[in-house]
């Protein structure tokens, strides 16, 4: 069973920048890495989606410009580079593998997504 962890959430101004880690205990060659978030009351959106071999990346629209998405396999990371954040990225943030690519889309839907991260909360707020 994949594990995969998030990191880097906190509690940042807005225009302000976090970068999220997404880190497996085993390779994560073979998976396509998405990027989702939930905020109360909201379902669980897509945010961003990066190919298993990074050649292709997707964003939500509202995040495209703002937002970027990179891997190191030999690391069995995938970050996500949010700057520019606004109140309305509050959420938590999870990130997904899943070995079928088509997953990958933009923007991806959370439902078919088989490995799940635990989350970290990202608060924009003055």
């Known amino acids: 069973q994949l594990q995969l962890v998030e990191y880097g959430g906190g509690l940042v101004q807005p225009g302000g920048s976090l970068r999220l880690s997404c880190v497996a205990d085993?390779?994560?060659?073979?998976?396509?890495i998405g990027w989702f978030r939930q905020a109360p009351g909201k379902e669980r959106e897509g945010v961003s989606c990066?190919?298993?071999?990074?050649?292709?990346?997707y964003f939500a629209d509202s995040m495209k410009g703002r937002f970027t998405i990179s891997r190191d396999n030999n690391k069995n990371t995938v970050w996500l580079q949010m700057n520019s954040l606004k109140p309305e990225d509050s959420a938590v943030y999870y990130c997904?593998?899943?070995?079928?690519?088509?997953?990958?889309?933009?923007?991806?839907?959370?439902?078919?997504?088989?490995?799940w991260g635990q989350g970290t909360q990202v608060t924009v707020s003055s």
């Open positions: 997904s593998a899943s070995t079928l690519e088509e997953l990958c889309r933009r923007p991806p839907d959370a439902r078919p997504w088989p490995y």
């Open positions: 085993s390779s994560l060659n073979y998976y396509a």
């Open positions: 990066i190919s298993s071999s990074g050649g292709s990346t």
